[in-house]
């Protein structure tokens, strides 16, 4: 049987591991070409195939079209448009990321998935550069440079032209 000092002694490691845990935040990682990319999956509501795009003539060009998803149209955004990035062919490695910032639900298509990673907020490192506006921070993983995506700030710069 466990002694008082043994469950005391769990108990207090269980609330450090809670106190990491509340300076850290999750992510859903994915490659656009060669460069790794992240997003909050606070935000991810869905990762699925790739659907068929419905061209709208006349749209932004950060809009890519628009998807069926189960019954649902949803606007399909040009992501590396968006990141400033050129774009790549789709792979048969490709996912639809279907996000939610607020009351907006939006999908992109990424070239592949990677993982989900839990980074802790002190290895974040922000972004000063002025031509990547919807990214909002970095960090190093698996020797890796993660470029962090900001669902919300991408919803309020889309303007209807």
């Given at each position: 049987m466990a002694s008082m000092f043994e469950f005391t002694e769990m108990a207090e490691s269980l609330f450090i591991e809670e106190?990491?845990?509340?300076?850290?935040?999750?992510?859903?990682?994915?490659?656009?070409?060669?460069?790794?990319?992240g997003v909050s999956t606070k935000n991810v509501a869905e990762v699925t195939r790739i659907l068929p795009i419905a061209f709208l003539p006349n749209s932004p060009e950060w809009l890519a079209g628009i998807a069926n998803l189960?019954?649902?149209?949803?606007?399909v955004l040009n992501l590396p448009k968006l990141l400033e990035k050129e774009p790549s062919e789709t792979s048969n490695r490709a996912k639809f990321v279907v996000l939610?910032?607020?009351?907006?639900?939006?999908?992109?298509?990424?070239?592949?998935?990677?993982e989900i990673v839990t980074l802790q907020?002190?290895?974040i490192e922000p972004?000063?550069?002025?031509?990547?506006?919807?990214?909002?921070?970095?960090?190093?993983?698996?020797?890796?440079?993660?470029?962090?995506?900001?669902a919300d700030r991408i919803t309020s710069s889309l303007v209807l032209s």
């Open positions: 106190d990491d845990l509340s300076n850290t935040e999750k992510f859903v990682t994915f490659y656009l070409q060669e460069e790794l990319f189960r019954g649902e149209v949803v606007p939610q910032a607020g009351d907006s639900v939006f999908a992109f298509v990424v070239d592949k998935l990677s907020s002190k290895t972004i000063q550069e002025i031509n990547s506006p919807n990214i909002f921070g970095k960090a190093e993983y698996k020797s890796n440079t993660l470029f962090l995506i900001d």
